[in-house]
Nanobody, 117 residues
Framework: QVQLVESGGGLVQPGGSLRLSCVASGVTFSRYRMGWYRQAPGKQRELVASISYVGNTDYADSVKGRFAISRDNAKNTVYLQMNSLTPEDTAVYYC???????????WGQGTQVTVSL
C-alpha cells in the first residue's frame, strides 16, 4: 500500500523559514517524480515545485529563489525548504508522487503552513 506522509508545517513569522518533508512507503521511490502543491482557502491547488527521478527541478514563479525542492532516495523522502516566507505562502501543502506511463498518482494528507505575525 502506497503512503505519503508530510510533516514540518506550522506557524512562522513573515521572513521566516520552514522545511517540509514527505516520506513515501510501499513504492520504489526513486522511480517517481515528486511534487509539492499547495492550496490556500478559496483557491485552487497549485504546483509549487517538482523534482524528477533524476533530480531535475521546476518551480512556480512565485517561489523561485525562495524555495528549494530536494530528494533523498535512500530515505524515500522529498523535502521543500521554504525561505523568506510571506503571508501569501499560507496554505495546506501536499506532496504528490507520479510516474510517466502510470496513470495512478498518489497524494499525501497535507500539512498546514501559516505565515503570520
Amino acid at each position: 500500500q502506497v503512503q505519503l506522509v508530510e510533516s514540518g508545517g506550522g506557524l512562522v513569522q513573515p521572513g521566516g523559514s520552514l522545511r517540509l518533508s514527505c516520506v513515501a512507503s510501499g513504492v520504489t521511490f526513486s522511480r517517481y517524480r515528486m511534487g509539492w502543491y499547495r492550496q490556500a482557502p478559496g483557491k485552487q491547488r497549485e504546483l509549487v515545485a517538482s523534482i524528477s527521478y533524476v533530480g531535475n527541478t521546476d518551480y512556480a514563479d512565485s517561489v523561485k529563489g525562495r524555495f528549494a525542492i530536494s530528494r533523498d532516495n535512500a530515505k524515500n523522502t522529498v523535502y521543500l525548504q521554504m525561505n523568506s516566507l510571506t503571508p501569501e505562502d499560507t496554505a495546506v501543502y501536499y506532496c504528490k508522487m507520479s510516474r510517466s506511463g502510470f496513470p495512478r498518482e498518489y497524494w499525501g494528507q497535507g500539512t498546514q503552513v501559516t505565515v503570520s505575525l
